[in-house]
């Protein structure tokens, strides 16, 4: 019996980067959480503790940090490929990297009719976020979102499942749909205007969750890729995690009260998890675009 190692990866995790333009009086924003792993020919150090290949993740960070500095960010996309492309190409041994970017977003503080130029307000918890490959010099894009959380306070029905002797829940043909969208989507290419197609796929995943009548969970989430797929030629696949945030209906027959779908316990857990991959069928799948993906 023999022991080997395995595939491995390694880097910073979760460097705060705030990278603020002032090149005008009106400042710019960008707030990002970036992770970076290596990969390649890292045997040496896990077999023997060589570390002659190994790049320190304390470098990594400063390359993250002194690279907002030598350029503007700008999109998260094109960042995340510079970052990548830099590491797979000056560092002696790496052949592969993966970079993460999640943006936090900020807006402008509304000031006497206008805008303030350098006070900004958290625009909440949802992120934009993208997943960058650089695997034997090619470049995989997998950009996304995550916690949109989004609610159809009718509109949605959940009937005709199986039951069982551990059956107890009622069938409903009316009922609160409720969930936090974390989507990732797979570009064929780069040749993109990052921002615009983000913008267009988030409201084209939000018009089919609230269009759809949805009879499961299930079906909303295909309906959201298909969407996606239909209007946007430049994405390839779209994997959709989709936790069901039940609402229950509060019995008030204690007090003589009815209930008319009007007054809900919204709980936290559990939570139902639905995941899918929407894909076009003639398009090559590309397994390392995904691999040891947070959510997929
Ligand atoms: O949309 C739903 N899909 C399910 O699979 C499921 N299971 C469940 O208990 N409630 C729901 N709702």
């Known amino acids: ?28 924003i960008k707030d990002l959480t970036v992770s970076t792993s290596l990969r390649g020919d890292l045997d040496e150090v896990h077999l023997t503790g060589d570390n002659g290949n190994v790049l320190p993740t304390d470098t990594q960070k400063n390359t993250v940090y002194a690279f907002a500095k030598e350029a503007p960010v700008g999109e998260i996309e094109d960042f995340a490929l510079r970052l ?98 974390t989507a990732r989507w797979r570009y064929l290419g780069e040749d993109v205007d990052w921002g615009k197609s983000f913008e267009s796929i988030r409201a084209t995943m939000l018009e089919a969750f609230a269009t759809t009548h949805s009879l499961a969970l299930q079906q909303s989430l295909y309906e959201m890729g298909k969407a996606v797929l239909a209007a946007h030629e430049e994405v390839a696949e779209v994997r959709l995690s989709l936790p069901n945030k039940h609402h229950f209906l509060v019995d008030l027959e204690f007090c003589g009260l009815t209930n008319d779908n009007e007054v809900f316990f919204a709980a936290d857990r559990p939570y139902g998890l639905i995941e899918g991959v929407v894909t076009r069928d003639d398009v090559e799948p590309q397994p390392r675009a995904w691999y040891s993906l947070p959510e997929f």
Do not use: C
Request: net charge neutral.
């Open 1 to 28: 019996m023999g022991i080997v190692m395995g595939p491995n990866q390694y880097g910073k995790a979760e460097v705060r980067l705030v990278a603020i333009d002032r090149s005008t009086a009106r400042h710019g």
């Open 84 to 181: 990548g492309r830099h590491f797979t190409r000056t560092a002696e041994g790496i052949t592969g990297a993966r970079v993460l970017v999640e943006e936090h977003a900020w807006q402008r503080i509304p000031v006497g009719g206008g805008e303030h130029d350098h006070a900004f307000s958290r625009a909440g918890d949802e992120k934009r976020t993208t997943a960058v490959t650089i695997d034997d010099g090619r470049a995989h894009v997998v950009s996304g979102l995550k916690d949109l959380v989004v609610l159809k306070s009718t509109g949605s029905e959940f009937w005709g499942y199986p039951k069982d002797r551990y059956t107890t829940l009622a069938e409903t043909t009316d009922r609160i749909l409720a969930t936090a969208v």
